[in-house]
């Protein structure tokens, strides 16, 4: 069965894509890659007012991240939605 987090990651590649449409540097085009789904991680491990363990937010988040770059790479990558969400 597929887990919460990779039902996130195959949603975060269009997000990734208009935060990261103003950056030039591809470092910083990777930063957010990587941001972004360490973020989702940590609101997916979120309890009350504390993350409540620290190995199962980087489990989380690298999911995601490892499902948003497999999505990105297979469909997402030179398609017309991608050239529109550049183009805005």
């Known amino acids: 069965m597929i887990g919460i987090e990779a039902l996130i990651g195959v949603a975060l ?3 990734i894509e208009f935060l990261a449409k103003y950056i030039k540097s591809s ?36 999911i995601i991240f490892t499902s948003a770059q497999g999505i990105y790479k297979l469909f997402f990558r030179d398609s017309k939605i991608q050239k529109r969400i550049v183009k805005l």
Not at 54 to 61: D, F, M, P, Q
């Open 13 to 15: 590649p269009i997000v």
């Open 27 to 62: 470092s910083g085009k990777f930063i957010i890659a990587l941001v972004v789904p360490l973020l989702a991680g940590i609101a997916l491990n979120f309890e009350g007012l504390s993350v409540i363990d620290a190995e199962a937010v980087l489990a989380s988040g690298a």
